[in-house]
Structures are given as structure tokens and as C-alpha cells.
């Protein structure tokens, strides 16, 4: 298939789309468990306070509301690591994209971000409640994998596996399934070689392939590979 022209703008639009739609996906997946084991946080203890500390938001007063703070990981616009301003940020590049993803991939970011401001509006503490977010963003993946193709697409599932690959890492997931999504990211590379560094790629290529260190949680070590991670792409 000959490969369709895209811009550099387009191109980061196209990879910030995917990064954007699996981040809110993975959000999603990790707050339900977050919330899941608030039963088990013994007393005095912040409920989400874990789940703050590996997406990087710290708490500059240990006294601050938690369950506030984790409100704000959802509704808050101006968070900018909240699923509210993620949904935004990927229909802001949805719109300028249409042509290249299409109204019905559109219309399932349409509909989370019209059910995420409802919910907004009465501050939905029950985070079960907001399944439909995780049901709309796999449909618009579906979507995706069915009419969009060529470069476009190859853009697109690059983005979603080097978010994939930043949010298992940053929540301690084992090595194996970071090594195997790697391998997916991998093969991606022989399709557009030119997308990514060659230095990054090395320095990630490194780290993966020591399991033991990874393996013993070494938060030095995985900072390392997220810096990595993420001067991977150039777009």
C-alpha cells in the first residue's frame, strides 16, 4: 500500500491521539482498582495516595483531602493529568483529524466527554460508575483498527503502545509485559523507522533486557526508562 503523505503536524497529532486515548483507557482501569481497595488501606492512611504518587502528582500537605484530590484526577479541567482534560485534549486533535479517523471513531469521544460532564456536574464519587468510559474508549479502538490504515494507523497504534508502555512501568507491572509490549513497538519501527531515535531506542532496548533490576523496583531505574521511553518518538 502506498503510504499517504502526512504532515509533521498531523503526525504529532496523530501519535498524541493514541497516547491520549490509552492513557484515559488506562486511567480508567487503575482508579476501579485504586477504588476497589480502599477496604484494605488501613486507617490514617490516604486511600489514593499510591495511585497520586505514580502518576506524579504529589501532595504538597500531607493533611490534604485524598478522595478531593482523586475527584480532581477525574472532573478537574485544569489537572492536567485528569481523565476531564485528557477527554478534551483527545477531541481536540479528534476534530482537526476527522478526515483521517473518521465521525463514527470521532462520535465515541464525542459521547465520553458528554457523560464525563454530567457526571462532573454532580461530582460522581462511585468511579463504577463511569463504565461506559472504558466500554466507549475500546469501541473507538475497534473503530480505529477498522477504518483507519497505512501510516495514519501505524502513527496512531504507536502512540497508544508507548503510553501503554509508560503507565505499565510507572504502576510496576512485570517485566514480561513490558518486554512483550515493547516487542509490538518493535515491529512498528520496521514500518516507519525514520518516526523514532535511534539513541532512544537503545537506551530502552537496554534497560528492558535487565529483568533482575526492573524486577526489584528500582525507582531510579525506572525513571530512567520512562525518559527513554519518551524521547523515543520523534513527531
Known sequence: MEKKIISATTANQLFWLGRYAERGYQMMHLMR?????????PVGVSPYSDFLDKMGVYLSNGNMDTSYQMMDQ???????????N?????????IVLRSYIYSESMSYIDMCRDFLRRKAEVKEMNIT?????????????GSVRE?????????????RLVEHLDMNIRF?????????TWGRLKALMTIEPE??????TGRFEMYTATEEAFDKNIKKYKREMISALNGLVRV
Open 33 to 41: 482498582k485504586a477504588y476497589d481497595e480502599i477496604m484494605d488501606v
Open 86 to 94: 485528557i477527554i478534551e485534549r483527545m477531541m481536540d486533535n479528534a
Open 172 to 180: 510496576e507491572y512485570k517485566h514480561h509485559r513490558i518486554d512483550e
Open 129 to 141: 460508575e463511569l463504565q461506559p468510559i472504558t466500554d466507549w474508549l475500546l469501541a473507538f479502538w
Open 147 to 159: 477504518r483507519v490504515s497505512g501510516n495514519a494507523y501505524t502513527i496512531l497504534e504507536t502512540g
Open 195 to 200: 518516526m523514532f531515535d535511534r539513541v532512544q
Open 74 to 84: 477525574i472532573y478537574d479541567a485544569n489537572t492536567v493529568t485528569s481523565l476531564h
